[in-house]
C-alpha cells in the first residue's frame, strides 16, 4: 500500500528555517507530481508548492522566494526547505501525490500523508 510520511516539523522563530521530508512507500512516485500543502486552523488546505515528474517545479505566490522544493526520485523522498518562516506560515504541512502534472487544486491529489506540525513564533 502506498504510503506517505512527513516529518521535520517543529516549533521554530520568525526567520529561521525547517526543512520537511516526505518519504513515499510502497510505489515509486517519480512519475508523479508531488505537492505541499498546508492547513491552519480553521482554513481550508492552501496549495504550496509543486514538483512534477518532468522537473518543474511551481510556488503559491505567498511562498515564493522563501520555500524550495526538491526531490531525490532514487531515495522515494521530496523536500521542502523553508526559510525566513512568518507566524503565519504557521500550519500542518501535508505532502500529497497525484498523476497529474501541473495542478494545484488539492482534490486531484490522491495520496495525502499524516502532516506535519510547523508553528513559527513571533
Known amino acids: 500500500q502506498a504510503q506517505l510520511v512527513e516529518s521535520g516539523g517543529g516549533l521554530v522563530q520568525a526567520g529561521g528555517s525547517l526543512r520537511l521530508s516526505c518519504a513515499a512507500s510502497?510505489?515509486?512516485?517519480?512519475?508523479?507530481?508531488v505537492g505541499w500543502f498546508r492547513q491552519a486552523p480553521g482554513k481550508e488546505h492552501e496549495f504550496v508548492a509543486a514538483f512534477n515528474s518532468g522537473g518543474r517545479t511551481d510556488y503559491a505566490d505567498s511562498v515564493k522566494g522563501r520555500f524550495t522544493i526538491s526531490r531525490d526520485n532514487a531515495a522515494n523522498t521530496v523536500f521542502l526547505q523553508i526559510s525566513d518562516l512568518k507566524p503565519e506560515d504557521t500550519a500542518v504541512y501535508y505532502c500529497?501525490?497525484?498523476?497529474?502534472?501541473?495542478?494545484?487544486?488539492?482534490?486531484?491529489?490522491?495520496?495525502w500523508g499524516q502532516g506535519t506540525q510547523v508553528t513559527v513564533s513571533s
Open positions: 510502497g510505489r515509486t512516485f517519480s512519475s508523479y507530481t
Open positions: 500529497a501525490a497525484t498523476p497529474s502534472s501541473g495542478t494545484r487544486w488539492h482534490n486531484d491529489y490522491f495520496y
